[in-house]
């Protein structure tokens, strides 16, 4: 059986009497881009710590390529790198002086990739951390976490300092020079509630709530399931029980529909009521999110 | 040739690419023998993951579209499938049943629905057929 990159079952951590991981389970298969996707506060974040063994849970079980980062912490650690929400260096260093420092640590380093990254990036390696923006810092710190080339890349809401322009070089660069060494075995986990942007990127997904797990998919059977019906009539919209609709709109002669899933059923129904005309588009990534998370919301 | 990929139709993107490939090869916009594009670049410029890709170049190769060369990249194959005429008859009846199903749905008749795919079935000849001819000058 093929060892999972990243396995963790009925994870629980409470911050005192605050559950901020109830019990999530997840499982993440190696070379895949795995999105972990969640509100600000949904326990993405202590999930990450949990797996770096940054906070200790208080029950559930994590691996990391079948080790247990309680007992193998400097194994676990030697296999992949981690970039959190919030970056921070020695002030006194300067970029090329810091990237030395944080190979000292690494078993291995690839020196090309440093330098087609930090030229992209138009890093000043000359210059102290303290001097750089807030997007250079979270750059330099993926040129830190791409460079030893570890099994498993774990990047806590990487684009969230950064400018859309490096936003979109990010995406198209970083996690393809990252993946491109080693296809099939080079993992990538990714928290973020910027979901569009990764839109094409991510492979799998699970949408975490209040500390649990809500929806685990594929980002294709995703895409097949959550589907939005849209009909125009001749007269006005006409109000349909539709079983299995989520989010049903009626503007005038437009009727709108949501669907989780079975869109077929739900067409064929509205296909019925010979709307003049008829069209099927699936969610994107971010409205899947959306959708998946109000359906949760008790009805008003 | 180039590539583009829509999320809202629905349709995994790794098919979406396949579906390309397969098209530009039988309209002659990809010529047998030609390279595609390799899987990074790709992936980057349609702003998917590389496995979209890698998955999509895999289809292509089961079905015996293009031909992966070690170290060289993958290229069209020049068509000479290797499953058996029965067997290559049999794959194309799916796809003309789920027309024969869409033409009855859209009251298209026999006669038009057969001078409908005859036209089409010309259209893509005669493009391969330019496509070789702008090769061979």
Same mark, same amino acid.
């Given at each position: 059986?093929?060892? !999972?990159?990243?396995?963790?079952?009925?994870?629980?951590?409470?911050?005192?009497?605050?559950?901020?991981?109830?019990?999530?389970?997840?499982?993440?298969?190696?070379?895949?881009?795995?999105?972990?996707?969640?509100?600000?506060?949904?326990?993405? *974040?202590?999930?990450?710590?949990?797996?770096?063994?940054?906070?200790?849970?208080?029950?559930?079980?994590?691996?990391?390529?079948?080790?247990?980062?309680?007992?193998?912490?400097?194994?676990?650690?030697?296999?992949? *790198?981690?970039?959190?929400?919030?970056?921070?260096?020695?002030?006194?260093?300067?970029?090329?002086?810091?990237?030395?420092?944080?190979?000292?640590?690494?078993?291995?380093?690839?020196?090309?990739?440093?330098?087609? !990254?930090?030229?992209?990036?138009?890093?000043?390696?000359?210059?102290?951390?303290?001097?750089?923006?807030?997007?250079?810092?979270?750059?330099?710190?993926?040129?830190?976490?791409?460079?030893?080339?570890?099994?498993?890349?774990?990047?806590?809401?990487?684009?969230?300092?950064?400018?859309?322009?490096?936003?979109?070089?990010?995406?198209?660069?970083?996690?393809?020079?990252?993946?491109?060494?080693?296809?099939?075995?080079?993992?990538?986990?990714?928290? *973020?509630?910027?979901?569009?942007?990764?839109?094409?990127?991510?492979?799998?997904? *699970?949408?975490?709530?209040?500390?649990?797990?809500?929806?685990?998919?594929? @980002?294709?059977?995703? =895409?097949? =399931?959550?589907?939005?019906?849209?009909?125009?009539?001749?007269?006005?919209?006409? @109000?349909?029980?539709?079983?299995?609709?989520?989010?049903?709109?009626?503007?005038?002669?437009?009727?709108?529909?949501?669907?989780?899933?079975?869109?077929?059923?739900?067409?064929? =129904?509205?296909?019925?009521?010979?709307?003049?005309? !008829?069209?099927?588009?699936?969610?994107?990534?971010?409205?899947?999110?959306?959708?998946?998370?109000?359906?949760?919301?008790?009805?008003? | 040739?180039?590539?583009? $990929?829509?999320?809202?139709?629905?349709?995994?993107?790794?098919?979406? +690419? +396949? &579906?390309?490939?397969?098209?530009?090869?039988?309209?002659?916009? %990809?010529?047998?023998?030609?390279?595609?594009?390799?899987?990074?670049?790709?992936?980057?410029?349609? #702003? $998917?993951?590389?496995?979209?890709?890698?998955?999509?170049? /895999?289809?292509?190769?089961?079905?015996?579209?293009?031909?992966? $060369?070690?170290?060289?990249?993958?290229? +069209?194959?020049? /068509? &000479?499938?290797? %499953?058996?005429? &029965?067997? #290559?008859?049999? %794959?194309?009846?799916? /796809?003309?049943?789920?027309?024969? $199903?869409?033409?009855?749905?859209?009251?298209?008749?026999?006669?038009?629905?057969?001078?409908?795919?005859?036209?089409?079935? &010309?259209?893509?000849?005669?493009?391969?057929? #330019?496509?070789? /001819? #702008?090769?061979?000058?």
């Amino acid at each position: 059986m093929m060892t !999972l990159a990243i396995d963790i079952g009925g994870l629980v951590y409470r911050y005192g009497r605050t559950e901020a991981v109830d019990g999530l389970s997840l499982r993440v298969e190696p070379g895949r881009c795995y999105g972990f996707f969640g509100r600000n506060g949904a326990g993405k *974040t202590t999930t990450i710590k949990c797996l770096l063994r940054l906070l200790r849970p208080q029950s559930g079980r994590v691996r990391v390529f079948g080790l247990d980062p309680e007992r193998d912490e400097v194994a676990v650690k030697s296999k992949l *790198t981690y970039v959190p929400d919030h970056v921070a260096f020695y002030p006194w260093m300067t970029v090329r002086g810091t990237l030395d420092y944080l190979a000292s640590f690494r078993a291995h380093w690839n020196d090309e990739i440093e330098r087609a !990254l930090v030229a992209q990036f138009r890093l000043p390696l000359d210059r102290r951390t303290s001097h750089l923006s807030k997007g250079q810092k979270t750059q330099l710190a993926l040129v830190a976490a791409i460079c030893p080339e570890p099994d498993l890349l774990v990047l806590d809401e990487p684009t969230s300092g950064l400018d859309p322009i490096v936003r979109r070089e990010f995406i198209e660069t970083v996690i393809g020079a990252y993946q491109e060494g080693a296809p099939g075995r080079r993992t990538v986990f990714v928290s *973020t509630h910027l979901i569009a942007e990764f839109e094409g990127l991510i492979d799998q997904f *699970t949408i975490i709530d209040q500390g649990r797990d809500v929806l685990t998919l594929e @980002a294709d059977a995703a =895409r097949e =399931r959550f589907q939005r019906i849209y009909a125009r009539f001749a007269g006005d919209a006409p @109000a349909v029980e539709l079983p299995g609709a989520h989010g049903v709109r009626r503007r005038g002669r437009e009727l709108e529909v949501v669907v989780h899933e079975g869109t077929a059923s739900v067409v064929d =129904r509205v296909k019925a009521l010979s709307p003049e005309a !008829l069209s099927v588009e699936a969610l994107s990534l971010e409205e899947i999110f959306t959708s998946a998370l109000s359906a949760r919301e008790p009805a008003a | 040739m180039r590539f583009h $990929v829509n999320f809202k139709s629905g349709k995994p993107v790794y098919l979406q +690419v +396949v &579906d390309q490939v397969r098209a530009a090869a039988a309209s002659g916009a %990809l010529r047998a023998g030609e390279a595609l594009p390799s899987i990074r670049p790709l992936a980057e410029e349609l #702003r $998917v993951n590389r496995n979209t890709v890698a998955k999509a170049y /895999g289809e292509l190769e089961s079905q015996g579209v293009i031909e992966a $060369v070690p170290g060289k990249g993958c290229f +069209v194959r020049d /068509g &000479d499938s290797p %499953l058996r005429k &029965d067997a #290559r008859l049999r %794959l194309l009846t799916d /796809g003309i049943d789920e027309a024969v $199903v869409s033409a009855h749905h859209l009251q298209i008749d026999k006669s038009e629905f057969l001078r409908l795919a005859s036209h089409r079935f &010309d259209g893509f000849a005669g493009r391969r057929a #330019r496509a070789d /001819g #702008r090769e061979k000058t």
